[in-house]
């Protein structure tokens, strides 16, 4: 597990916004974020999903969550643009953004694997994380420490027969990542990925149905790589790929 031990006021007045916040690592993250301070949006396509858990977030004391019902799978450009609006109005600016929402699509040889179903995968995985990435830099830019944390894998890192089109999206991810921590040197914003690992998650579970899930580590016990990189302890770590196990 990666080595770090959060101080429980890390994130204090830090706005944070997760993408696939309403269960998994997504989940997970969110409140992890909001117990150490961060006023969390949560965004997702499930808004009942999001809604349990800003009421968890709210429970617990922490502070008060916001919730985006936001399908990124069918967003046009325009909402993006809309999205982003909101976000300045209502909190005038974000200091971190975790890229976690993604699909993994049909495990099949690529000779098998049909074009509507690699776009579909692509559309989620890559497409709209550039649009929300490229949307909300403006906003980014106005903390004066800002981190953008995206969510890779293994099959990111070296291809693997039959992972097909989320292999090829997370290749991208790790792209986009070097691209954007380039462009952003030398600014208050930084960029870098994580690999979280076998994870005991819906996702994961589907991936391997023959895998015993009870040997994978919860969301939950993945966070301190997810808190490090959100918080001021990683300033200066732009460019990385991380691996939170």
């Known amino acids: 597990m990666f080595d770090y031990s959060a101080r429980s006021d890390l994130l204090k007045n830090r706005i944070i916004m997760v993408t696939g916040a309403g269960r998994g690592i997504g989940e997970a993250a969110a409140k992890a974020y909001a117990a150490h301070g961060a006023t969390v949006l949560l965004l997702g396509k499930n808004e009942e999903n999001l809604n349990r858990v800003y009421d968890e977030i709210e429970a ?116 986009l990542m070097q691209v954007l921590a380039d462009e952003l040197t030398g600014t208050t914003v930084r960029s870098n990925s994580v690999n979280p690992g076998a994870t005991r998650t819906d996702m994961r579970a589907k991936a391997y149905p023959g895998e015993n899930p009870l040997k994978n580590p919860l969301p939950a016990e993945i966070m301190p790589v997810y808190l490090y990189l959100m918080g001021p302890d990683s300033t200066g770590t732009n460019g990385k790929a991380l691996n939170a196990q």
């Open 60 to 175: 617990a004391g922490h502070p008060q969550a916001a919730v985006i019902p936001f399908n990124l799978e069918t967003a046009l450009p325009h909402q993006y643009d809309e999205l982003a609006a909101m976000v300045e109005r209502e909190f005038g600016r974000l200091d971190g953004l975790l890229h976690n929402a993604a699909i993994v699509g049909p495990l099949t040889p690529i000779e098998q694997l049909s074009g509507d179903h690699f776009m579909r995968v692509m559309q989620v995985n890559v497409n709209a994380m550039f649009m929300l990435t490229s949307t909300l830099l403006p906003l980014l830019k106005l903390s004066p420490d800002a981190s953008v944390v995206f969510t890779s894998s293994s099959v990111g890192r070296k291809g693997r027969a039959y992972w097909g089109a989320y292999a090829v999206s997370k290749f991208a991810t790790e792209g």
